[in-house]
């Protein structure tokens, strides 16, 4: 049974930081892709970051770009996201994702998510 757990989310001023972690449980981990994505409330899902199986490979959101970070570590099963520079728009639920294919728009598994909420 695959399971991908977020925490680090809360509350936090604009121009803040936050890290966010998710640990994978029952998959390969260092076969598997992960991506953070987000939703606010009213729109759609965001893709935020991706990183490969071997973490050479790097996607952000223009948004995101020079503000986010995201990284993994395979002996710990763990992927990360720091996040800094924080503005209110990057408030919504942030959840981990796991896929084989590093480009794949709907990837297989997905945590529970963890509110980020930031304030100004």
């Known amino acids: 049974q695959v399971q991908l757990v977020e925490s680090g989310g809360g509350l936090v001023q604009a121009g803040g930081s936050l890290r966010l972690s998710c640990a994978a449980s029952?998959?390969?981990?260092?076969?598997?892709?992960m991506g953070w994505f987000r939703q606010a409330p009213g729109k759609e899902r965001e893709k935020v970051a991706a990183?490969?199986?071997?973490?050479?490979?790097?996607y952000y959101a223009a948004s995101v770009k020079g503000r986010f970070t995201i990284s993994r570590d395979n002996a710990k099963n763990t992927v990360y996201l720091q996040m800094n520079s924080l503005k209110r728009e990057d408030t919504a639920v942030y959840y981990c994702a796991a896929d084989p294919s590093f480009s794949s728009r709907d990837y297989d598994y997905w945590g529970q998510g963890t509110q980020v909420t930031v304030s100004s």
């Open positions: 029952g998959l390969t981990f260092s076969s598997y892709a």
């Open positions: 990183l490969t199986k071997s973490g050479t490979g790097l």
